[in-house]
């Protein structure tokens, strides 16, 4: 006969197995959701444009932000991490990403809204290259599952200009 120790560790070895095996068949059922979300940002107005005393450029914005993220959730799904930013070229960088607002998504029924603000956090340039500069604001999601890997993406809206002149 077996120990009762031999007979917990055998139990428990299963159960572990078993836990892992619908662990990753879980994650790896997120793989045949194919998400098709939306969004679409609009400046309704651009309040401050101005130069701050070290010499940066620095812009605040009032945006509608319009956007049906619910194929993104399925029940696996913990949460959604969304964010807007601003981007743009310079001399000096390829590649500038200023953070505009940003919101955490808890469930698929507030996946879809409409939300009029102004930026959230400073749209501030190091440097005075905001001046008549073109700009995407993209939309970037982090989908946090229950088990699983997390996974991002992003829809790039084009087309944005800012003055020539501070405001």
């Known amino acids: 006969m077996h120990s009762f120790g031999?007979?917990?560790n055998a139990l428990l070895t299963f159960a572990v197995t078993i836990?892992?095996?619908m662990c990753a068949i879980a994650s790896l059922s997120d793989n045949l959701n194919t998400p098709s979300p939306s969004a679409e940002i609009q400046i309704m107005n651009i309040n401050w444009f101005q130069k701050q005393t070290q010499g940066n450029d620095e812009v605040s914005?009032?945006?509608n932000i319009s956007a049906d993220l619910q194929s993104l959730f399925t029940w696996n799904t913990k949460q959604v991490f969304i964010f807007v930013a601003a981007e743009y070229e310079t001399p000096k960088n390829s590649l500038n990403q200023v953070s505009l607002w940003d919101?955490?998504?808890p469930a698929k029924?507030?996946?879809k809204f409409s939300i009029h603000t102004t930026n959230k956090y400073h749209?501030?340039?190091q440097g005075n290259n905001l001046r008549g500069k073109e700009f995407n604001l993209t939309l970037h999601?982090?989908?946090m599952p229950k088990t699983g890997k997390m996974f991002a993406d992003k829809i790039v809206?084009?087309?944005y200009s800012l003055p020539e002149e501070y405001r």
């Open 157 to 159: 809206m084009t087309g």
């Open 19 to 21: 836990l892992a095996l």
């Open 103 to 105: 919101a955490i998504i």
């Open 123 to 125: 749209f501030v340039d």
């Open 141 to 143: 999601w982090h989908v």
């Open 61 to 63: 914005l009032t945006m």
């Open 109 to 111: 029924e507030h996946a």
């Open 6 to 8: 031999y007979r917990l």
